[in-house]
């Protein structure tokens, strides 16, 4: 018989996370998520990218279950029969975004996003941008409240509010959207290849100033921000027969 597979459960802050992380150890066992196999992530979507950006330097894939309110990347909770559940798990491999911002006082950050990058007007006023794909100017001047970049897998999140389109996971595609453009009034945003190296250029900063986030790692008044995809680092996520992205995916075009 084949040896069990070591389990690490990590937890959010909330209270209904922390007992069942407590719950679910007595029952399985638990490791360190350095020793674990498969590491077990209690919350909400926030939670669960936070602990993909904390675990990616480790071989063990994650597993969800849902602790929070959404939990579009996660599982349905239940103490019952988990490693079952872990054994017929279908895993999904998906990719992060680098963001490289540089800010007006010459300062520059780095950081990865899973879901997307997005820039957003910190002062009354609109955003005014500029758009380069991959060294060619694309757009010269977009009034906005910001833009984002998106992947796949963060297609149904802040990019889908901003009216984004849904993009299904595996398509190499990276769904670049504004958020309340005003001229181009009627401009959505574009698709780009997953290959593709975006830049935004933040136009009289000073009067309009420009903050970007990766996935939450937030830097405040940039001039220029670049952002690709990250092909060399793979998230692994682990799901219910029949609940993977994919068939999210086409569940939230029909909701």
Known sequence: MA??????????????AKAAQLALTSQYGGVDIEDADIIIALGGDGFMLQTLHNTQHLPAPVYGMNRGTVGFLMNSFSDQGLRKRLEQAEEEVINPLHMHAVCVDGTDHKALAINEVSLL???PQAAKLRIHVDGRLRMDELVCDGALLATPAGSTAYNYSAHGPIVPVGS???ALTAVAAFR???????????????TFEVTNAAKRPVNADADGVSVKDVA???????PEIEHRILFDPGHGLEERLIQEQFA
């Open 224 to 230: 220029r921000v670049e952002v690709w995809s990250a």
């Open 121 to 123: 007007r910190a002062g």
């Open 172 to 174: 190499d595609v990276l």
């Open 3 to 16: 040896a069990q597979k070591k389990l690490a459960f990590v937890a959010s802050d909330a209270p209904i």
């Open 184 to 198: 181009p009034r009627r401009w959505r945003g574009a698709l780009l290849p997953k290959s593709a190296r975006v």
